[in-house]
């Protein structure tokens, strides 16, 4: 699980807000990552200018931009109703948080480029993406 924790400990301090960094130390008992993942479903904050939202996009737009932006084939999925955290490939961990409307957060390359659905499965955000995508004014 050591490649699972790498993942998350970067995704969090990258794009996380402070309250997250909290819960990671939570995570080395399986209390603590069923928490954190449980916390995923409610609203999420993360830092200014951290991530897309692709809300309205389909499933395979979504992994189409992951695609895009070097996510490989083999990703780190969290998502809250799994008993442990796994790796798995891209596509898979995509559709499973599409057809739920769990909290989940992909991580595609650690703390560089992830996805994460929360608040209820309406909002699902592509991290890493916008501050390479924001244009300057």
């Known amino acids: 699980m050591r490649v699972v924790e ?14 997250w960094v909290l819960l990671l130390a939570g995570r080395v008992t399986t209390r603590g990552r069923r928490e954190f993942r449980s916390r995923l479903t409610g ?4 830092k200014d200018g951290s991530a897309l939202d692709v809300s309205a996009l389909p499933e395979r737009d979504v992994h189409a931009l992951l695609i895009a932006r070097g ?7 969290v998502k ?10 891209l ?5 499973r ?4 409307r769990e ?3 992909i991580s595609c390359i650690p703390g560089r480029l992830g996805f994460l659905q929360s608040d209820g499965g309406r909002t699902r955000l592509l991290l890493g993406a916008s501050a390479a995508q924001r244009p300057h004014h």
């Open 6 to 19: 790498a993942h998350i400990t970067a995704t969090v301090h990258e794009f996380f807000s402070q309250q």
């Open 43 to 46: 609203p999420v904050a993360l």
């Open 91 to 95: 596509a898979s961990a995509l559709h």
């Open 97 to 100: 948080v599409f057809l739920s």
């Open 80 to 89: 809250d109703g799994l008993v442990e955290d796994e790796i798995t490939t």
């Open 71 to 77: 996510a490989p084939d083999t990703c780190v999925l």
């Open 103 to 105: 909290g989940a957060l």
